[in-house]
Structures are given as structure tokens and as C-alpha cells.
């Protein structure tokens, strides 16, 4: 899979969307030292398969990918045992209708990480996702002595560079449970003369990113392949991902 480039996927039957977006995501960590991708066949009619990607050695953080009957296919954050919302188990929003026949999709990976957006789903077989639902990133965090985690970043709204509030939803291999970060003014807003961006970090564990960044503040609408401060980063709902310098 290339990086630094977003692909798109869109028109895709909703009963079919499962096998796309697993496939897809698979290949996306599939890179990432330590991470494993595992599809798993449902015992019983009644039950639907999923796939498993887990991070880090003893696998305590894990994506699911679920295929669903109503949506199509859903996406949940999990640390250890995943079966309490909330706690330790999250899952993504969707856009657009349920009862559309049709689902979009967008992700991006560079040599530090990866972002891919919510699915919207809709009866359009042209429609794309904005790249300001670009939500999910992944990426390493750093802590005070220098190890190095992998976690996630999980933005509940659509990155339209105008909200006065929001909730982020943070989860790392050194988390013991899921992190919410609330409140009114996690984005400044647009009347900035540039972007203003700083690294991401956790509120309740000493992790930094270096190459994930928070927006705190934008001259407009900024998402998409950008290039800020000297550097080119994949920009979505308010956190912006680096790339490799082309």
C-alpha cells in the first residue's frame, strides 16, 4: 500500500462492504511491527464473522471489525477484555443514513501511522467521504522513559473546523482503560492568520506523539493532504497525521 496518499472507496454494496473495509484495514497495519490480523468464522448461522486486529505483544489492544446485518460492517476499539462502553470497548460513529444501500470509506497510511474515516453510507454510487471525517489515527506515543506505544485518537464529530465542543476518545497499549477527553474548547476555532498545531498527548498517562498533532487553531477548512509548517501531514477532524517529506 502506498503511503502518503488517501484512497477512497465508495459505491460499495452495503452486504459487501464488510469484505471490502477488512480487507482494506488489514492491509493498512499490516506494515506495523507487531500487529496481526485475524478473520474469524462464525460458529453458528446466527452469528456474523469478524476480523481481529491486535497491537502490541500480548494483544490487549485490538480493532473489531464486525459485519453487520444493519450497518454493513462496524469498527470498535478494544483494551483488554472489550465488553464494556465506554470503559474499554468504543465504537466508531457512522455518517450519512443506515438505511443507505451504498458505503463510503477513506484511510491513509504513512511510515508513522495510519487515519481512516467513519463509513457513511447513502444510495449515491459517485459520492466520496469528506476528508473532514477523517477521525480515527493511529499512530506511536512516547513516554517519560523513552518506550514507545501505539494508540489511537477518535474524534465524535465530523473535523469542520468551526465546533466550540467536542469529545476525544483516546486508547493506548499503556492505557488500563479507554480515555475520554471533554470540553467547550478543544478547537479554536478559524480566525487564525496560520495553523497552529501542537503533538498529540494523553491527559491521564505521560505519552506524547511526535509525529501525530492536534489542530488547535486554522486559517479554514484545512483537511486533506496538506503541507503546514514545513511539514506534509494528512489532515482530518481536528488532528493531522505526518507524512514522509516528498
Known sequence: MDNN????????????????????????????????????????????????????????MYLKIEKSSQYGVRLSIHLGDGTVSGRDLFYLDSAGTSSGTLGAYSFARSPYGAVISVISYGDSAVDTISDANLRLFFSKFTDEEGGEHYGFVYCNQAGDDAATSMS???????????????????????????????????????????????????????????????????????????????
Open 5 to 60: 496518499k488517501i484512497i477512497r472507496r465508495y459505491g460499495i454494496l452495503k452486504t459487501n462492504i464488510y469484505d471490502s473495509f477488512s480487507e482494506d484495514m488489514c492491509e493498512l497495519f499490516g506494515e506495523f511491527e507487531g500487529t496481526v490480523c485475524r478473520s474469524i468464522e462464525p460458529e453458528t448461522q446466527q452469528e456474523e464473522p469478524y476480523t481481529l486486529i491486535t497491537f502490541g505483544t500480548d494483544g490487549r
Open 168 to 246: 476525544v476518545i483516546m486508547a493506548t497499549t499503556m492505557h488500563p482503560y479507554i480515555e475520554t477527553i471533554t470540553g467547550s474548547k478543544l478547537f479554536l476555532g478559524t480566525l487564525a492568520n496560520h495553523n497552529v498545531l501542537c503533538n498529540a498527548f494523553s491527559y491521564t498517562q505521560p505519552l506524547v506523539s511526535s509525529r501525530l498533532y492536534k489542530k488547535l487553531q486554522t486559517e479554514g477548512s484545512v483537511f486533506g493532504k496538506v503541507k503546514i509548517g514545513g511539514k506534509t501531514l494528512i489532515a482530518g477532524g481536528y488532528y493531522a497525521l505526518e507524512c514522509v517529506q516528498e
